[in-house]
């Protein structure tokens, strides 16, 4: 067995948030007055902190940009656990994986928004490591969310798989020197992916079992 080590992007990789995102972002706009979003700016930006996929979705300056996430954490606890679901197959997929790997999770997510997220949808007790915004120094694409999960768990690079729906993922676990698993079906286009060259590419949850065999 290559890999001992399976460390998973949440929003797009495990979870469709899209809609819950979408929804918190365009509440924000209706309280600051903002007659529309950048819709596709917003999507492409999710992975990265949250003040900066505010920044880029809302068309906002570096200082209009705190008071909006004040409102976007609100608007996000008023909808995301009735707009959050896994992705077809992923429960199932991480009950099997649960037994021959250790299983972590990396998220540009607020720690608590996430943790409670995970735990709504049942599948926090399957990770061994849970890592949020506030539990690194550098935000994705830098390494230290796949650093923390390598360093906690004492597991060298070359056995761990990263698995992410984003460029951002991706080049997160390249700067780790790890192997990457890109997922099609999240916020970013297989086209974009290919170009940061992952070890793997796959079209559904699932698929993750043919490339640990």
């Known amino acids: 067995m290559k890999y001992k080590l399976l460390v998973f992007d949440f929003d797009g990789t495990l ?16 309280d600051l007055g903002i007659p529309a979003f950048d ?19 809302l068309g906002l300056a570096p ?5 909006a996430v004040d409102l976007y954490r609100k608007r996000y606890n008023e909808v995301a656990l ?3 679901h896994l992705f077809p197959g992923v429960n199932e997929t991480l009950d099997r994986l649960r037994h021959d790997y250790l299983l972590a999770v990396a998220s540009s997510k607020s720690t608590q928004g996430l943790l409670l997220m995970m735990r709504h949808l049942g599948i926090y007790e399957i990770f061994s490591l849970i890592s949020g915004a506030q539990d690194v120094q550098q935000p994705k694409p830098a390494p230290d969310m796949v650093l923390l999960a390598l ?39 297989a086209d974009e992916l290919r ?14 079992m043919h490339c640990l065999e």
């Open 195 to 208: 170009c940061f060259n992952p070890t793997f590419i796959i079209n559904a949850f699932p698929h993750l």
């Open 151 to 189: 360093e906690s768990m004492n597991i060298p690079a070359q056995e761990c798989l990263v698995v992410g729906d984003t460029v951002y993922d991706i080049e997160m676990g390249q700067r780790a020197f790890t192997d990457t698993c890109a997922v099609t079906y999240g916020n970013h286009s």
């Open 39 to 57: 819709r596709d700016g917003a999507r492409r930006s999710i992975g990265l902190p949250l003040r900066r996929t505010i920044e880029m979705g």
């Open 63 to 67: 200082e209009e940009a705190p008071e």
């Open 82 to 84: 009735d707009l959050t």
């Open 15 to 30: 979870a469709d948030s899209e809609a819950s995102i979408m929804e918190s972002l365009q509440l924000v706009a209706q």
